[in-house]
């Protein structure tokens, strides 16, 4: 079982940054892929970002030339580095981790810009 716990939301006013964090624990061997997506109430869940073991990434346009995915191997752990944030990417952030033949989702964390 694998648990993911995400962290870094909050508010910020449009044109700031976070970074989001997505720190998995458990019986862990292998990620395969991490990704994030971004969930708006009455909404479906929406790609963000992914990045692969070997670094690949690969992004949503809303998103391309703003947000950088990142992933620190030796923990197991990625990041969200989101810039000049826009009030349209207020949301709950989710991280997703591929184990295969698994995945396992985080609980979320709310980001919030004000306009």
């Known amino acids: 079982q694998v648990e993911l716990v995400e962290s870094g939301g909050g508010l910020v006013q449009a044109g700031g940054s976070l970074r989001l964090s997505c720190v998995p624990s458990?019986?862990?061997?292998?990620?395969?892929?991490m990704r994030w997506y971004r969930q708006v109430p009455g909404k479906q869940r929406e790609y963000v970002a992914a990045i692969t073991s070997d670094g690949s990434t690969n992004y949503a346009d809303s998103v391309k030339g703003r947000f950088t995915i990142s992933r620190d191997n030796a923990k197991n752990t990625v990041y969200l580095q989101m810039n000049s944030l826009k009030p349209d990417d207020t949301a709950v952030y989710y991280c997703?981790?591929?184990?295969?033949?698994?995945?396992?989702w985080g609980q979320g964390t709310q980001v919030t810009v004000s306009s």
């Open positions: 997703y981790a591929l184990v295969l033949p698994r995945v396992y």
């Open positions: 458990g019986s862990i061997v292998t990620i395969n892929a």
